[in-house]
């Protein structure tokens, strides 16, 4: 009579996900998490490659996932780099999860869901632009850069897996328009260009921009709100 109760405890999912916590030339130090919350105590959770081969196994006494940090090196075979989970509990075993494509995601997937954020800032040298990068999504290494409407690369930084990279922009010396760009050895993604203040725009205390010289080109009136339209979206600090 218990049947229909141990159905719906097999039918509960078991999540799998990653993080890279190094890169080397060729292989990546990956963190791997294995979690059935819904499962009773304690839980013991395998990590499995392509083919059913065990790569680890972890008994977990609590509610926290399973943890299993590996070093996965680039093989020939792309199908060598699969993973997936399954879990234990009361003697049953439930699972698989879904399969995690290694080769895919650390090796061969294009940068993607980039996105860049402006925040203005008072200093004492002047205000500044402190620009943060972050593509969401793409294979190690990503190379972050700081480039002008010219194509001229301003910055170039390339941080830890998962980390934005973050660049600071005095306004007293740059205007003009910037974009970030990320680039993986299999993509480049560029984000919106913005526009920076130009160094006739002081950033008042009360927030407000004053206009310190006003520029006038064959009869046409460079006005602070076609400027300051190019700003929303901006954060003050």
Partial sequence: MRLPGLLCVAMLDITIAYKVLEVYPQSRLVRITCEAPKLPQPITYSLLASRGILVAK?????????????????????????????????????GPSTRLQMYWELWTKPVSQLQANFTLQDGDLGPTVELSCLASSGSPPITYRLIG?????????????????SFSLPLTRMSGWFRCQAENRVGVQNSPRTLLP???????????????????????????ASIGSGMLGWTRL
């Fill in 149 to 165: 409407n010219d194509g001229r690369v301003y910055a170039q930084q390339k941080p830890l897996h998962g980390q934005p990279a």
């Fill in 58 to 94: 972890k008994v977990v006494h609590n509610s926290s996932p399973a943890l299993f940090n590996i070093n996965i090196t680039l093989k020939s075979s792309p199908d060598l780099l699969t993973y997936f989970c399954q879990a234990a509990s009361n003697s049953i075993t439930y």
């Fill in 198 to 224: 130009p160094a006739q725009l002081l950033l008042t205390l009360t927030g407000e921009l004053s206009l310190m010289r006003t520029v006038v080109t064959a009869g046409s009136l460079i006005s602070i």
